[in-house]
């Protein structure tokens, strides 16, 4: 796609034509998408947009929006042109190796706090390690939240655990976290009150039907869970026992169809208290569980 903008124009004209040449190809939110890039090429925000909307765009700013228009009508996703994504009150950066932080998974952090809250945590210590941490936007949220909590991110990319760091660091919590480099038996044997993950859960033959948004641009590093999705979940739970206290808790994000699978994998593993967190649509999205020894 091609838009072109005389730097003449106006913000609001700039984004009218872009929303506009977003419905023509039709993507799924043409307004929401349109904003967002308008506002980042010209570095500027949805209040200034909103004041100023006759403020011309400048030369260089009508050849960034043309150029990131060219991206998103591509399918490239708008958090990986802007480079961000805002999750549970941060702003995380995003990269190759990463996925994008999406809003289901704010789910399973509120689940875990909630957890934790019923626990009557408060600001007592809290070991929390974050397997598959990508971003680390779940770890960093969940210790930005608990003023007592310490983290462990870890990741098989290095790209994405450098990110990780960023982030934590970004959001003012880099003294309580680290990041590892490795497997998910990286942090076995060590003594956490949480384990979580969103680990990757789609089965690989179907990776290639997805959104090109997420099929071209997410790693399959990070989507790839084996012939039925469920391999990153039986090793996770294996190690679970291992890294936790008697009194922890087992926090997984889970795919379409897959929470009823892997609350079975807890089950035979020994764990207890298994629940099923649901999600706006009503899908099984989250599925936590405790150590048998808390039964």
Same mark, same amino acid.
């Given at each position: 796609?091609?838009l072109?903008?005389? $730097? ?9 034509a ?5 419905r ?5 939110t $043409?307004?929401?998408?349109a904003?967002?890039l308008?506002?980042?090429a ?13 403020m ?21 996703p ?8 805002e999750?549970?009150g941060h ?6 190796a990463t996925?994008v ?11 875990v ?5 019923a626990d009557?945590?408060g600001e ?19 210790v ?5 909590a310490?983290?462990?991110g ?12 960023r982030?934590a ?15 998910f038996?990286v ?17 690989t ?16 590093l ?6 039925d999705?469920l391999?990153a ?8 026992p291992?890294?936790?206290? $008697? ?6 994000e ?5 929470a009823?699978?892997?609350?079975r ?13 649901r999600?706006?649509?009503?899908v099984?999205r ?6 048998g020894?808390r039964?």
């Open positions: 796609m091609s072109e903008l005389s $730097p003449e124009s106006g913000r609001a004209a700039a984004f009218r872009l929303r506009d040449a977003f023509a190809v039709g993507l799924a $043409p307004d929401l998408d904003r967002v308008v506002c980042a010209l570095d500027i925000t949805a209040e200034d947009l909103a004041r100023d909307p006759d011309a765009i400048g030369a260089v700013g009508a050849g960034r929006i043309a150029e990131m228009a060219s991206r998103r009508a591509a399918r490239e708008v958090a990986r042109i802007v480079g961000r994504r999750f549970f702003d995380f950066a995003v990269g190759p996925l932080p999406r809003p289901d998974t704010e789910i399973l952090v509120e689940a706090l909630e957890a934790l809250a009557g945590a007592a210590p809290v070991a929390i390690a974050d397997l598959g941490t990508g971003t680390g936007c779940i770890v960093v949220s969940l930005a939240a608990l003023a007592g310490t983290g462990v870890v990741d098989l990319a290095p790209e994405a655990v450098e990110i990780a760091r982030n660091d970004a959001a003012g919590v880099g003294g309580r976290t680290r990041f590892v480099a490795g497997d038996a942090a076995a044997g060590g003594e956490f009150d949480v384990v979580v993950s969103n680990p990757p859960y789609i089965e033959e179907a990776i290639a039907g997805l959104d090109p948004e997420v099929a071209a641009h997410d790693p399959h990070a989507l790839d869970g084996g012939p999705g391999e979940y039986r090793r996770i739970v294996a190690l679970a291992e890294m936790l206290k $008697p009194q922890g808790l087992l926090c997984f889970v795919g379409l169809g897959q009823g699978e892997v609350g994998l807890m089950a035979e593993a020994g764990f207890a208290g298994i629940e099923v967190r999600d706006l649509g009503g099984g989250v599925v936590l569980g405790r150590p020894a039964k």
